[in-house]
């Protein structure tokens, strides 16, 4: 897999990525905004380790 593909590329497999990042929360209605797959996982995964880090703070507040 190239580190850079293209939307027009693999259109499905981006496709995927922005439906992950609008089920976090975040759209992507500008058509610049993301152009490439990389781009987006990466975006989805920064949205995600955020969550994660938020639940954990707020999981050990509660309980510790």
Known sequence: MHTY???AE????FS????????LGI???TKDACN???EASELTE????????????????NNG
């Open 5 to 7: 593909m293209a939307k």
């Open 10 to 13: 693999y259109p499905d497999r």
């Open 16 to 23: 995927w990525w922005l439906n992950e990042l609008e089920s």
């Open 27 to 29: 759209s992507m209605n």
């Open 36 to 38: 490439n797959i990389k």
């Open 46 to 61: 920064e949205v995600k380790q955020i969550f994660y880090e938020e639940y954990q703070r707020t999981y050990n507040e």
